[in-house]
T-cell receptor, first 111, second 116 residues
Framework: KQEVTQIPAALSVPEGENLVLNCSFT??????LQWFRQDPGKGLTSLLL?????REQTSGRLNASLDKSSGRSTLYIAASQPGDSATYLC??????????FGTGTRLTVIP | GAVVSQHPSWVICKSGTSVKIECRSL??????MFWYRQFPKQSLMLMAT?????????EQGVEKDKFLINHASLTLSTLTVTSAHPEDSSFYIC????????????FGPGTRLLVL
């Protein structure tokens, strides 16, 4: 069974710092990996989707990488802002649209 | 604990018919439920947020008259795809926010809809 782990569980950084969130998964047979943002009490917002054949995706200050063979993905956030404070979730999709979510990293960017 | 179920897991229907998908929180009370859909090779996208006893809030671009959401109790939300067309074929997933745990969502296993 696929297991997805995110480290760290919580992270606090001062505004302006660059940071990296980590996601690991146990079964490398995935279709894609997605990074989401979740604000308190809100639904998930999709940030980046990396297909299994891709190594990275970029959107603005966000860059996500995927190393399928080692079962790892990172989400890099450049020049962090207080508005980036949220919980970040990664999820891997396996066959038949099975989605496995990590437990998330709660990010706090301190002004 | 914190299990969310969806029914049915698979549904195939003819174009023009309506399909109802149920989302249940089995062992907790869900004040908020979320509905998502995912088209092949695309990201999971939020469709709407429903709170028990009130009207759902729909995301931009989602037709509220086509995707009827009813959150009648703290353990049940339904999504009805009215007059379904082939372009509505997708994977629909619900999640439930657990009362008192605002940042935790529990996801259902999803419903695959195929409209012929």
């Amino acid at each position: 069974k696929q297991e997805v782990t995110q480290i760290p569980a919580a992270l606090s950084v001062p505004e302006g710092e660059n940071l990296v969130l980590n996601c690991s998964f146990t079964d490398s047979a995935i279709y894609n990996l997605q990074w989401f943002r979740q604000d308190p009490g809100k639904g998930l917002t999709s940030l980046l989707l990396i297909q299994s054949s891709q190594r990275e995706q970029t959107s603005g200050r966000l860059n996500a990488s995927l190393d399928k063979s080692s079962g790892r993905s990172t989400l890099y956030i450049a020049a962090s802002q207080p508005g980036d404070s949220a919980t970040y979730l990664c999820a891997v999709e396996t066959g038949a649209n099975n989605l496995f979510f990590g437990t998330g990293t709660r990010l706090t960017v301190i002004p | 604990g914190a299990v969310v179920s969806q029914h049915p897991s698979w549904v195939i229907c003819k174009s023009g018919t309506s399909v109802k998908i149920e989302c249940r929180s089995l062992d907790f009370q869900a004040t908020t439920m979320f509905w998502y859909r995912q088209f092949p090779k695309q990201s999971l996208m939020l469709m709407a947020t429903s709170n028990e006893g009130s009207k759902a809030t729909y995301e931009q671009g989602v037709e509220k008259d086509k995707f009827l959401i009813n959150h009648a109790s703290l353990t049940l939300s339904t999504l009805t795809v009215t007059s379904a067309h082939p372009e509505d074929s997708s994977f629909y997933i619900c999640s439930a926010g657990r009362q008192g745990y605002q940042e935790t969502q529990y996801f259902g296993p999803g419903t695959r809809l195929l409209v012929l």
